[in-house]
């Protein structure tokens, strides 16, 4: 059972164009994340969100966590051709260690192939 | 500071046959986890270990085994390989939020 439902599975834009990816679940989580794949590579994380209705800003990237803490969108405003990726969201619910260290699993979203066209 | 390190970059195997994934990581971090990815299922959990000498099973353990005798090391084992284990498999391990991952192990099950 896929617990966090990724979309668009696949998108294909021009250069300059806007984009939207969204991230649902039923599940309430903790966190959300959001990586971003190349091909022949592991994800790198780009933002991590924990509060709900919290919004996170990154260059041309915008990352929003539901005020439910259910779900996410990254939306990517002019997008250029170093854009194109794998796009991965994943909901942390596992407890924070008791060290501090670090935290839970993650379970992922399926994934967003972004293709950009210059 | 190389980050997370697994060995080999590619494998391929004969159904039956066994073999092991080493996951290394130089960031002193206490969770380490084993994900396989395949087409349009994004990354699904397979073990993972919150500590030396400490594993748990994750989502899709089933024909896997794993290991961690040092805290740097993660080691994913296929005691008798199957074609439905063909995919590329990532290592992670965590400090605080992010997840580093390593840059993942094609592995060919014929």
């Known amino acids: 059972t896929q617990l966090l439902e990724q979309s668009p599975q696949f998108l294909s834009i021009q250069e300059g164009e806007n984009l939207t990816v969204y991230c649902n679940s039923s599940?309430?989580?903790?966190?959300l994340q959001w990586y971003r794949q190349e091909p022949g590579e592991g994800p790198v994380l780009l933002v991590t969100v924990v509060t709900g209705g919290e919004v996170k800003k990154l260059k041309r990237l915008t990352f929003q966590f539901g005020d439910a803490r259910k779900d996410s969108s990254l939306h990517i405003t002019a997008a250029q051709p170093g854009d194109a990726g794998l796009y991965l969201c994943a909901g942390a619910r596992g407890l924070v260690y008791a060290g501090g260290t670090s935290y839970g699993k993650l379970t992922f979203g399926q994934g967003t192939i972004l293709t950009v066209h210059p | 500071n190389a980050g997370v390190t697994q060995t080999p970059k590619f494998r391929v195997l004969k159904t039956g046959q066994s073999m092991t994934l080493l996951c290394a990581q130089d960031?002193?971090?206490?969770?380490m986890y084993w994900y396989r990815q395949d087409p349009g299922m994004g990354l699904r959990l397979i073990h993972y270990?919150?500590?030396?000498?400490?594993?748990a099973k994750g989502e899709v353990p089933d024909g896997y085994n794993v290991s961690r005798l040092k805290k740097q090391n993660f080691l994913l084992g296929l005691e008798s390989a199957a074609p439905s284990q063909t995919s590329v498999y990532f290592c992670?391990?965590?400090?605080?939020?992010?997840?580093?991952f390593g840059p993942g192990t094609r592995l060919t099950v014929t």
């Open positions: 270990s919150v500590g030396e000498g400490t594993t």
């Open positions: 992670a391990s965590t400090h605080g939020y992010e997840q580093y």
């Open positions: 960031m002193n971090h206490e969770y």
């Open positions: 599940s309430v989580f903790s966190s």
